[in-house]
């Protein structure tokens, strides 16, 4: 079926970097834009950033620009997010999420179950 | 940047009354406007794409409807099952931005 599973997440102390994953399966990985999407402890949901099906085309949230960088193995089936200069007001739960198709592809239709991110001292 | 306002920021109802939750734009975002269902402990599920679109799965209690900066997402009967938080999202045109609104939390009564 399909899925999405992120991982990397965990305890940082301000300033520090983290790497997070997002393995898809049961559908064409490289055919989609894929998303980020964070939920701060008992906050609404927050974009993060998006990139193309082919990795050319990257867009961010101000509040991670130049900071967070998105990526992608398209042979891997993975998308990843790079974070970098980590702050206090980074803590959430970050989410991968996959563009909707057709007419529906500005939309994110299917979830991942969200890895946690504390940053911390 | 487009700031969508979600109202109420909650709604008290019973089960079998309806639901009326609204989505406002601070500018015309045409109709590139979805809402998802929010669970505790859960990520998020698509329950609208394009303003009035339902997605694959989705009960026919739900729609969507508005175009431009106003939009409605109406529960016609409520199940128990359909007590949440719901997030209106929108794409701005260029660059291709993403936002949600602050969210409508559905309680029973």
């Known amino acids: 079926q399909v899925q999405l599973v992120e991982s990397g997440g965990g305890v940082v102390q301000p300033g520090r970097s983290l790497r997070l994953s997002c393995a898809a399966s049961g559908f064409t990985f490289s055919s989609y834009g894929m998303h980020w999407v964070r939920q701060a402890p008992g906050k609404g949901l927050e974009w993060v950033a998006v990139?193309?099906?082919?990795?050319?085309?990257?867009y961010y949230a101000d509040s991670v620009k130049g900071r967070f960088t998105i990526s992608r193995d398209n042979s891997k089936n993975t998308l990843y997010l790079q974070m970098n200069s980590l702050r206090a007001e980074d803590t959430a739960v970050y989410y991968c999420?996959?563009?909707?198709?057709?007419?529906?592809?500005?939309?994110?239709?299917?979830w991942g179950q969200g890895t946690m991110v504390t940053v911390s001292s | 940047e487009i700031v969508l306002t979600q109202s109420p920021a909650t709604l008290s109802l019973s089960p079998g009354e309806r639901a009326t939750l609204s989505c406002r734009a601070s500018q015309s975002v045409s109709s590139y406007l979805a809402w998802y269902q929010q669970k505790p402990g859960q990520a998020p599920r698509l329950l609208i794409y394009d303003a009035s679109n339902r997605a694959t799965g989705i009960p026919a209690r739900f729609s969507g409807s508005g175009s431009g900066t106003d939009f409605t997402l109406t529960i016609s009967s409520l199940e128990p099952e359909d007590f949440a938080v719901y997030y209106c999202q929108q794409r701005s045109n260029w660059p291709p931005l993403y936002t949600f609104g602050q969210g409508t939390k559905l309680e029973i009564k």
């Open positions: 999420a996959k563009e909707g198709i057709a007419v529906a592809r500005d939309a994110f239709d299917i």
């Open positions: 990139i193309s099906y082919d990795g050319s085309n990257k």
